[in-house]
């Protein structure tokens, strides 16, 4: 049975009583039931393939060429790459300190201290699941897509004749990509750290290979002048003022730029988690930015004509990167098969980050549940003769199918849920960096890995950052405004809060305690 009795803070100031993580991790609360095999660059593999910098800028570019184009993209990329990174460095110095699958949830608990640890715990906890969950179903959606674009272009081409698959047909491939997923996740963490490593590898000479092949094969590329200074207005949403269009086209970063968590999730899984948590986190951040500039500028060298591109009666159905693939292979060539094959790249790097995803979403679900979070815990929390979390995988990617059902009834209804991928998860991020910088101010014990005198203004800088995403990423992205054209964002993050916040109310606060020891069950 497992005790009820919340993790007192006299145990958690940060002393190796011996070089063993397994011994961290009881000073913490915790016995070890994972298997703790990942090495650094496999910590690593798993938060980068996650990032996946091709799954990000090729799913929102037509956000970026719709609000500013080239310049919102070009320069937006290195300063939501700087802030992003600010907000690691954050999480960096905590993931040292409080090295555990429960991550975010586990810190603001600590953080807090006893009387407001429990709720500061539940409400990160749950932002964090349903804002990983989100991601989950937006990344393997975002496939589903691509492969019904990759099959258009495939058979002749919008202009050409080619299949169109209905929404039923989207929905099948999303669910049959997550059937793989959680069959792939359900391996020993042993040969799905090999699978993540070759995901890692894979985006980044996918990203090679995609920024020089193509602008190389183009028959028409853009000047230099046009990738660094233009501004484009012609959005057709009404909106007109360069500072708004420019932030509107931010997203594509902060979306791409997401998901570093994972490195958190997975280290009682990690050896030497308190130093290669905080190192995974913060590498999978510094090299995504490096690389995604790189594909963000190489494939806008490829760009010439912004309206045709997101043109929906275009070939590949306004998709403005299979557009772009496709039109630089066919105009020297006389076919777009090499497109195609470009395409085959990134949608096997989607493939991987939704592999990923579901990796991380299990260890935060398996985390929850030991500590009595989540309804059913002792079924989420169940760990396989392979040291596996195996009901959190399965049911992980259950959820995120049931999430994009939504979509079936209204496309508009299943943006505004997956708009607390971004969101919703940066909320999470936020809060232990606030309490961290507020009442844990003066009593923070930091690991290994430490910001020194600067983590409190650094923290702050992370805070101030998410409210201010939080805001922006709300405002409307159309005008007139109608029930089509809404920004959801705020009524979904909003609703999700209010749920949260009422359950607590209602019924956890009597029984949630927050972090619970499990040594002696």
Known sequence: METSTMLADAEIPYIRLHDSDDSRLNQLGYKQELSRSLSAIANFSVTFSIISILTGITTLYNQGLTYGGPVTMVYGWPIIGLLTLIVGLSMAEICSAYPTSGGLYFWSAKLCGNDWGPFASWLTGWFNIVGQWAVTTSIDFSLAQLIQVIILLSTGGKNGGGYEASKYVVI????????????????????????????????????????????????????????????????????????????????????????????????????????????????????????????????????????HLLNPDNDSGGYAIAEIFYQAFKSRYGNGVGGIICLGIVAVAIFFCGMSSITSNSRMAYAFSRDGAMPLSSYWHKVNKQEVPINAVWSSAFIAFCMALTSLGSIVAFEAMVSIATIGLYLAYAMPIFFRVTLARKSFNPGPFNLGRYGVFIGWIAVLWVVTISVLFSLPVAYPITTKTLNYTPVAVGGLFILTVSSWILSARYWFKGPITNINS
């Open 172 to 307: 099948a491939f999303h669910g049959g990509i997550l059937l793989l997923h959680a069959t792939l996740n359900s391996l020993p963490i042993s040969l799905l750290s090999f699978f993540g490593q070759l995901a890692a590898a894979w985006n980044v000479l996918g990203v090679f290979v995609l920024m020089i092949l193509i602008p190389l094969v183009a028959t028409e590329r853009a000047s230099a002048k046009f990738v660094f200074t233009h501004f484009n207005m012609d959005n057709g949403e009404g909106i007109n003022s360069r500072i708004y269009i420019f932030v509107l086209g931010l997203l594509l970063s902060q979306y791409t730029l997401s998901g570093y968590d994972a490195s958190a999730h997975m280290t009682e899984e990690t050896k030497h988690a308190d130093k290669n948590g905080p190192k995974g986190i913060i590498s999978s951040i510094g090299i995504s930015i490096i690389v995604g500039w790189g594909y963000v500028l190489g494939i806008t060298f490829a760009v010439t004509d912004i309206p």
